[in-house]
Every structure is written in structure tokens, then in C-alpha cells.
T-cell receptor, first 110, second 115 residues
């Protein structure tokens, strides 16, 4: 069965302290891997799509990378407004529904 | 450009009732997907509609159904509500849907509470 695992479940960082979030998937035949940010009471907000190993995407303090078995979301010098739950979702050829991980709840302390 | 709009935002129902949720996709998007989000299970895929046809379906009972209209707006219906149906129901739209590998864009959801 398709499985997406995100780690850690929760992460508390001081403002300016860089770190990485992990998303690993178990099945080959990846069509795309998607990163989303979700604030309390809101729907997920699209951040990045990655399609092949070695691909990287950047937006402000966030950088997403992809290998054959996992993706990392690197956050550089985070600010309190970066606090949110970050969700990873994967889509495979032949099974197009999005499978989501349970997310990493990120808290940035001023 | 307007985003995905879901109505109502909040809904309270009792067991045994039925409910209909509405979703208006981003203009030009032909695919609409529905998800259930709960603290214990996270985001679970319900179904996807593309050009008024259900194209994909998740592992939910038949009490959960949906439809899509010619203007791409979609509705989701849940019959014979159970306490476990309490959740945030999210709608997402995309240009080509899941087969195109395009990202889905989400609305802010309908919070359904069952008493």
C-alpha cells in the first residue's frame, strides 16, 4: 500500500535556526511529490511540485529537494510567520490519487 | 484570481441526517477532488471529478457521494451521518486533475460537526 511518512511530527526552532523536514515514500513510479503549508483553520496552501530525483525548488526561506526515496523541505533562517503544519503528498503513475503524509507541525519561537 | 470557495464554512448536524457541501473551483479548473481531514487520520482522499465524471474514488463507504456540474462546481453528499463523520472536508481543484500531475489548490474547507 502507498505510504508517505513525514518526520519529525513536531519541530520547535528558535527564530533564525535553520532545519529540514523529511518526507519519505515507499513505492516506485512517482509522478509527482507536492509540498503544502497549512495554517490552523485553513486549507493547505500549495508550495512546490517535484517530479524527478535531483530536482530542487526554492521560494523565499524554503527549499525543497527530491531523491529516489525521499524529499526534504529545508527552511533557512525561519521567522515566526513560518510556523504552520507542512504536508507532503505523493502521486504515482497508475494510481493518481494524492496520498498525504500526516505532516510536520513547525513552531518558530521569536 | 479567485481561489477555491467552499460553503458553508461550518455545519452542525445530528446522527442520521444527511448533508450537502458545495465547492466552486478556480475558474478554468475542470478537476475537483474532495478530502476528509481528521486529527487521527490526516487527509484522506474521497473522490475526484473531471468534466462531470467521477474519475477516482477513495476507500469510503457509499454514504459518501458527489457530483460535478457542467460549470465544474461540485457537491458532496453524506447520508445517514455518524459521529465519526465529524471532520474538516476539503475541496481542491486543478487544471488537468490527478492524471496530469498538476498541483491541486485547496479551499478552506467545511467544518462538519455531528452531535
Amino acid at each position: 500500500e502507498d505510504q508517505v511518512t513525514q518526520s519529525p511530527e513536531a519541530l520547535r526552532l528558535q527564530e533564525g535556526e535553520s532545519s529540514s523536514l523529511n518526507c519519505s515514500y515507499t513505492v516506485s513510479g512517482l509522478r509527482g511529490l507536492f509540498w503544502y503549508r497549512q495554517d490552523p483553520g485553513k486549507g493547505p496552501e500549495f508550495l512546490f511540485t517535484l517530479y524527478s530525483a535531483g530536482e530542487e525548488k526554492e521560494k523565499e526561506r524554503l527549499k525543497a529537494t527530491l531523491t529516489k526515496k525521499e524529499s526534504f523541505l529545508h527552511i533557512t533562517a525561519p521567522k515566526p510567520e513560518d510556523s504552520a503544519t507542512y504536508l507532503c503528498a505523493v502521486q504515482y503513475f497508475g494510481n493518481e490519487k494524492l496520498t498525504f503524509g500526516t505532516g510536520t507541525r513547525l513552531t518558530i519561537i521569536p | 484570481k479567485a481561489g477555491v470557495t467552499q460553503t458553508p464554512r461550518y455545519l452542525i448536524k445530528t446522527r442520521g441526517q444527511q448533508v450537502t457541501l458545495s465547492c466552486s473551483p478556480i475558474s478554468g479548473h475542470r478537476s475537483v477532488s474532495w478530502y476528509q481531514q481528521t486529527p487521527g487520520q490526516g487527509l484522506q482522499f474521497l473522490f475526484e471529478y473531471f468534466s462531470e465524471t467521477q474519475r477516482n474514488k477513495g476507500n469510503f463507504p457509499g454514504r459518501f457521494s458527489g457530483r460535478q456540474f457542467s460549470n465544474s462546481r461540485s457537491e458532496m453528499n453524506v447520508s445517514t451521518l455518524e459521529l465519526g463523520d465529524s471532520a474538516l472536508y476539503l475541496c481542491a481543484s486543478s487544471l488537468t486533475g490527478t492524471t496530469g500531475g498538476q498541483p491541486q489548490h485547496f479551499g478552506d474547507g467545511t467544518r462538519l460537526s455531528i452531535l
